[in-house]
């Protein structure tokens, strides 16, 4: 264990001190963009967030090389809860300014303890059970995502006149020497990312590009936007990424009081960012685990996301989740191990606490290359090339996910997969029952059943029966089915009754222990056309549990 331990730390030293030090600078602008999505003027809040997030996950979480930090997927459902909050606040005899923001450090206890829960009652194994077009789906939606995310750092054109017409757009776009330089040094990034990998791997091409296109510009002095430039557009002239260690928050438990007629708000959002931050956390873990070819535990990782939340809450972070663009970053410069987690964290805190005049003069543009080829890396290009050799259930079930990730919410985009996915497979299953119908000599109709018997193969299964027609004596062998659910053994219950009713014997065959005793405790009379002397090995029940994690 503790050589496990070790190698996790030590073992791939350099590849996770550079990993961790390339991952730490694309996280700032993200934390600081995504701090101004939910509506948090403080851009420290969601630096404190990834700082936080990155190193309790980094160091307890179910997936080492994953990083996590405040994402976008969490701020917009923050955006709601902080506006309340403030309006309340801004409403009291005695205002409290940025009550919101204090009404999110509580909610994220909340989270916390959802999250936790989850890991403990070890929910995080039912990640398995997402589809693969989901996968896919996921992926492909986030990739378009990150992407539509990078194009709003570039020198806004949308003031030209894009889409009105008689006007100069393209003449001012051309003219427009701020967005050709960014998209110059944009392009000179990721043409260094794709190229330098081909002729050393020994520093992370990412870390190699952002230091190139930032020498360059500070050298040439070019006005091009950088990540002070980018903070301070956002939150004011004076604003600067210099800050302090993360405080303590007591103030919070003064200011429980104020929820008062908004609890209903506040356990909404708690629940709806704990379900958000677990399922982008675990697909991003199922994610990692693809590109590694490695496993990691799902139920760790609610516990550490979890404790990361309530550590936040009590600290002043905006808390957060899994991060896949990071983690992409992470894993293609080399980062393997649980240090590139904890240094992409410490350098974070680093940069607020001693190097913010130094980060604030690297270009957008070098962070957007790097988050360009992240999109290009992440994206399932191989779901063109399925389109024709898979089922179009699957392909609808790809592109819908895609769809509602971009337009609406990660969380929702997945449950509505997996809803769809379910409804297929139950469709297709609830087709596949048969009866094969023969007669024995003593003039006994034996139906000998194949396919599985729920609730959506109960009327099918019915249609198979003619109880008014058939001979005096019926003999229904399971031995080629199952009986999933209680819909199937009512349905059975129910059939067995209409033959009864005609004054007919009826003999059940191959039933399971299980089923025989659900129908028994309905109606112990069952136990007289129940044949329990056949053994047959190959029967079992299918209500098999996944097997439980390490």
Known sequence: MMGKIFNNFIGNLKNDLLSGLTVALALVPEAIAFAFVAGIKDPMVGLYGAFMMGLITSLFGGRPGMISGATGAMAVVMVHLIAVGNEVGDGLTQPIENLGLQWLFITLLLVGVIQMSAGLFKLGKFVRLIPHPVMMGFVNGLAIVIFLAQLGLFPSISEMGMFEENTTFWSDLFSNGEFWIMLFFVLLTMAIMFFLPKLTKVVPSALVAIVVVAGITIFLGLDTETVGSFLRKGAGEEATLQGSLPSFQYQIFSLIDTMKGNWSLILGSAVTLAAVGLIESLMTLNLVDDLTDTRGSGNRECLAQGAANMVNGLFGGMGGCAMIGQ?????????????????????????????????????????????????????????????NKVPLSDIIVLITVSAITVIADLAIAVVVGVVMSALVFAWNSAKRIRARKSLKEDGTKVYEIWGPLFFGSVTAFNSKFDPKNDPDQIEIDFIESRVQDHSGVEALRNLANKYLDQNKKIKLTHLSPECQGLLLRRNPEFASIIETSVEDPRYHIATDLLDAEV
């Open 327 to 387: 983690s992409i970053i992470n894993v293609n410069s080399g980062g393997r191990g649980r240090l590139s987690g904890v240094v992409a964290a410490v350098a974070l805190l680093m940069f607020i606490l001693f190097g913010a005049p130094v980060i604030e003069r690297i270009p957008i543009a070098a962070l957007v290359g790097v988050m360009f080829m992240v999109v290009i890396g992440t994206f399932a290009w191989s779901s063109f090339r399925i389109i």
